[in-house]
């Protein structure tokens, strides 16, 4: 009598039955499923919902702030290049000088910023001494402190100097409001330097500060310049603590787009909102270009 041959597909009656295998996901690792592509998208269009109305509303037809426009023109580019390269006389200040204010303080802001977060960045990723964890959170207080008492405050201070400081009061607080960008760039830029790079440098031949120098300084070249672009951005586009602080002839753009809406509100003010905007993203693009995954691409 023949047995039947025992196949791995064939199980003998009685036999327990195998485990069912796991059912493999729908969605592979690295890819987003129908529901999370959904809300990302809707997360993305409601941070971007802003900017399109204000690049909507700048190519307006109309003489009234009417959302959404009935007619469509570069009516208003037209009238604010006007203003920019003929401002009306009744201004109080012109754009085109907002902008130059804004271009010196914030350029300002990037230098000062910068030169004083890299040597502290390598002092607080290098050294260890008393009072280290309460300098770093104090590095990072502007993040936290309420922007308006910011402004107040150093306007108090500032009216108490006998001198009259000028355009300085708003490179010293931009700097202020800068330096938590800057020195946590450079310090993620030294603590992925291991000490061994200078160690090496200095058996070598090279003294501490060369090693420094022609070393570590060209490795921390991303966060550097990461720092100097953050720096640049929140200077450029600062306004609240800029209002306590600004004179008539230290207004900067943020400021003199403001009192444009207070004073005469038109459509003007959203195609110098796109200006601006444009810079920010210019901005933005370099930084993708200069600090990537590679590196930085120069």
């Known amino acids: 009598m023949s047995t039947p041959i025992q196949t791995p597909l064939t199980r003998r009656p009685g036999s327990p039955r195998p485990p069912r295998l796991p059912r493999l996901p729908t969605t592979m690792p ?20 802003p900017i399109l109305t204000m690049i909507t509303m700048s190519f307006s037809a109309g003489d009234t702030l009417e959302f959404p426009p009935h007619a469509y023109g570069l009516h208003w580019y037209r009238a604010a290049w006007h203003s920019f390269v003929s401002p009306d006389a009744s201004d109080s200040l012109s754009m085109g000088a907002a902008l130059s204010t804004s271009l010196i303080v914030a350029l300002s802001t990037m230098v000062i910023a910068t030169l004083v977060s890299v040597p502290a960045a390598y002092a607080l990723s290098r050294y260890r001494f008393r009072g280290k964890p309460a300098v770093e959170q104090l590095v990072a207080l502007p993040l936290v402190y309420p922007l308006v008492m910011l402004g107040l405050s150093l306007l108090l201070v500032f009216n108490v100097l006998p001198v009259e400081l000028g355009v300085f009061r708003l490179i010293i607080a931009h700097v202020i409001l800068a330096l938590p960008f800057t020195v946590k760039n450079c310090a993620a830029s030294v603590a992925s330097i291991g000490p061994e790079f200078e160690e090496a440098a200095c058996v070598m031949g090279a003294s501490p500060g060369r090693a420094l120098i022609d070393v570590i300084l060209p490795l921390m070249r991303p966060g550097i310049l990461a720092g100097m672009l953050f720096a640049f951005i929140v200077s450029f586009n600062e306004f609240t603590v800029t209002f306590f602080l600004y004179g008539i ?14 004073s005469s509100l038109d459509p003007t003010v959203f195609c110098f909102a796109v200006f601006i905007v444009a810079i920010d993203f210019a901005l933005i693009w370099l930084l993708e270009k200069l600090i990537g995954d590679e590196g930085v691409a120069l």
Do not use: C, E, H, N
Not at 31 to 41: D, E, M, V
């Open 30 to 49: 690295g890819q987003l499923g129908k529901a999370t592509a959904l809300l990302a998208a809707i997360v993305l269009f409601l941070a971007a919902l």
């Open 249 to 262: 002839d230290t207004m900067t753009l943020p400021v003199w787009l403001y009192s444009r809406t207070v």
